[in-house]
């Protein structure tokens, strides 16, 4: 693994072995014990987008491992002027040891990973977003101790956390069920490839319109926000369109009986998702927000570390 660009170029070992070093990394960051991993190195984080736990995540994440974080808003880089992305990866790659970038196309993303030196991880585009993948699968393997056998429902919009949830659950084996409303169906190219992996790991993929029959037998449900970044123009008409997809105790009600709940956050209560559920027993979303910390602590230090 030389880059986290999505989970599409990850095999199932490598994802296994990032939660093994999370298991570690959480486990020393708990009892005190120091785990300067990436002393001396930097990771610059170019955000062309806002982030509350992406950006705090890897920032602490980064000065727990020893190493040095660099916030690079893109108001405030050349990028926002129109320098290359490939200019940008040659530069960077001369100073710091690996690029973190939250942006809108996908393509920028694997065109700084082909033009720099360095490791490149997607924190984010309008396409996947793998990081939160990995925080998410982790989250289930730690309430299950298994995710061998699990089913994942997702319920909303077909959106970068649908095509990454389609590329995590395919690659573990992991059946995945989504629902979204017509017209918001996850990207076809995605779909398909999350069908390859699908037939290699043994798991099954079901792509629909009907959340009851979505969570069917699901021992995770899974929402995210209705409008995404980019998107608020549309607020609107989407909030009329996703009538009837809201994540409440009913729809968790149709579930596997110890089913969680998970949101990638920020969640807009009423709206995706009942305060009731948001807020509820099987609710299991701020494990999961701090899951972030340590799957990327993992991440980070097999990509940028030399383990
Ligand atoms: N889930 C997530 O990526 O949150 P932020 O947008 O706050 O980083
Ligand atoms: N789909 C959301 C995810 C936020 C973490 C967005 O792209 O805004």
């Not at 129109?82 to 920028?108: C, H, N, P, W």
């Not at 993929?205 to 995210?224: F, L, Q």
Request: hydrophobic letters at 40%; glycine letters at 10%; one cysteine or more.
């Amino acid at each position: 693994m030389k880059h986290l660009l999505g989970l599409y170029h990850i095999s199932k070992e490598e994802i296994l072995d990032i939660f093994k070093l999370t298991e570690k990394l959480k486990y020393e960051l708990k009892n005190d014990i120091k785990h300067h991993l990436l002393k001396g190195k930097t990771l610059a984080m170019i955000f062309e987008k806002s982030s509350t736990r992406t950006r705090v995540s890897f920032e602490t994440g980064m000065y727990q491992l020893g190493g040095h974080p660099l916030f690079l808003s893109s108001n405030d880089i050349q990028l926002g002027r129109g320098e290359t992305i490939e200019d940008t990866a040659k530069v960077l790659s001369r100073y710091v040891d690996g690029i973190m970038i939250r942006t809108f196309k996908q393509s920028d993303v694997e065109d700084l990973a082909a033009h720099g030196s360095i490791p490149v991880i997607n924190a984010l585009t309008d396409l996947l977003h793998p990081c939160q993948v990995l925080a998410d699968i982790f989250t289930i393997y730690e309430e299950f101790g298994t995710i061998e056998d699990k089913k994942l429902a997702y319920i909303g919009d077909g959106n970068n956390m649908a095509h990454s949830l389609l590329y995590g659950c395919t690659k573990v084996g992991m059946d995945i069920s989504i629902a979204t409303p017509k017209g918001y169906e996850p990207d076809q190219d995605v779909v398909d490839k999350a069908f390859e992996f699908a037939k290699e790991s043994g798991c099954t993929i079901h792509i629909g319109n009907d959340p009851e029959k979505a969570v069917g037998g699901a021992s995770a449900v899974y929402t995210d926000t209705w409008v995404s970044m980019g998107m608020e123009e549309e607020k609107e008409r989407r909030i009329k369109d996703f009538n009837g997809f809201l994540v409440d105790d009913s729809l968790m009600g149709k579930a596997a009986d110890n089913a969680i709940f998970l949101h990638c956050l920020p969640g807009y209560r009423g709206f995706e998702v009942s305060a009731g559920v948001m807020d509820g027993p099987s609710s299991r979303i701020f494990n999961e927000a701090e899951n972030r910390l340590h799957v990327q602590k993992a991440v980070m230090v097999k990509l940028m570390g030399g383990k």
